[in-house]
């Protein structure tokens, strides 16, 4: 592979590192990518009010979270 990459790198003059980029960003265009939840959520992040100041601070609105009810 070391090989290939110096002869195609020196027959076409640029250096191998610019021919490994290049090569990446053209593989990497031609793969799907799918949307982060972030990019899903966007619009609707802070849309919301619980109407408490205190919502992520105070223990007291975490009554009943993390633990596991049957």
């Known amino acids: ?12 003059r640029v250096p191998k590192s610019k021919y490994i980029r ?3 960003d053209t593989a990497l265009k031609k793969e799907k990518t799918e949307p982060s939840l ?5 619009d609707a992040i802070g849309c919301v009010n619980s109407g ?3 919502l992520a601070t105070n223990p007291q609105h975490m009554k009943g979270y993390g633990a596991w009810k049957r």
């Open 22 to 24: 290049d090569a990446l």
């Open 1 to 12: 592979m070391a090989a290939k990459l110096n002869a195609v790198a020196t027959k076409k």
């Open 38 to 42: 972030y990019d899903l959520m966007k």
């Open 52 to 54: 408490k100041k205190d």
